[in-house]
């Protein structure tokens, strides 16, 4: 019986340290390190046409160590102009939430989010997360209780929810697929 448990067990504690090395081994590097990606977002509200233009710069910005063992490849994006971050289309103070009616927002936004440089780049740990790629996201912020101020997640939005509630029209919005990278 004894016997039994040891040659049951050293399996076990072989896949367990294979599974445990992965988890803490580097990840593989891209063999496309560097691009860009135009894009394109032409929007109406409230009767003038607005257009969203520029490229989003992505680099590779090499290995890094999360939580001083876990390994995780980091990238960077910008814009060719040199703004980073989201590009808000619309910004209001005290108005209700869509997302809770009856609640006051100290301030909402919509914003285009326009992508991730994991997902232009082909990283394949981004390639299934929705919130990667380019699109229209709404974000609020609201007090709650004494002074304590919350923000919502960002919740995306589509083209018809950006009418109904904002009165955004999305006349266009194109942008780069990813590329096709390798990781050795």
Same mark, same amino acid.
């Given at each position: 019986?004894?016997k039994?448990?040891?040659?049951?067990?050293?399996?076990?504690?072989?896949i367990?340290?294979?599974?445990?090395?992965?988890?803490f081994?580097?990840?593989?590097?891209?063999?496309?390190?560097?691009?860009?990606?135009p894009?394109r977002?032409v929007? =109406?509200?409230?009767g003038e046409i607005y257009i969203?233009?520029d490229?989003?710069?992505? =680099?590779?910005?090499?290995?890094?160590?999360?939580?001083?063992?876990?390994?995780?490849?980091?990238?960077? =994006?910008?814009?060719k102009n040199?703004?980073?971050?989201w590009?808000t289309?619309l910004?209001?103070?005290?108005?209700?939430s869509?997302l809770?009616?009856?609640r006051?927002?100290?301030?909402?936004?919509v914003?285009?989010?326009?992508?991730t440089?994991?997902?232009y780049?082909?990283?394949?740990?981004?390639?299934?997360m929705?919130h990667n790629?380019p699109?229209?996201?709404?974000?609020e912020?609201?007090?709650?209780?004494?002074?304590?101020?919350?923000?919502q997640w960002?919740?995306a939005?589509?083209?018809e929810q950006?009418?109904?509630?904002?009165g955004?029209k999305?006349?266009?919005?194109?942008?780069?697929?990813p590329?096709k990278?390798?990781f050795?």
């Amino acid at each position: 019986m004894r016997k039994l448990r040891y040659i049951i067990s050293i399996p076990i504690a072989i896949i367990l340290l294979t599974t445990l090395a992965g988890c803490f081994a580097a990840p593989k590097t891209p063999t496309i390190e560097y691009g860009e990606f135009p894009f394109r977002f032409v929007y =109406e509200l409230n009767g003038e046409i607005y257009i969203v233009e520029d490229t989003v710069v992505c =680099e590779f910005r090499g290995i890094m160590t999360d939580l001083g063992f876990l390994k995780s490849r980091r990238w960077s =994006e910008y814009l060719k102009n040199g703004r980073s971050g989201w590009i808000t289309l619309l910004r209001d103070e005290n108005v209700y939430s869509i997302l809770t009616p009856d609640r006051l927002n100290t301030e909402i936004s919509v914003a285009l989010r326009y992508g991730t440089a994991e997902y232009y780049m082909g990283d394949p740990t981004a390639q299934n997360m929705t919130h990667n790629k380019p699109q229209v996201w709404y974000l609020e912020s609201y007090d709650e209780s004494d002074r304590v101020s919350y923000s919502q997640w960002p919740t995306a939005m589509s083209d018809e929810q950006l009418e109904k509630h904002f009165g955004i029209k999305v006349i266009e919005f194109t942008f780069s697929d990813p590329i096709k990278n390798e990781f050795k």
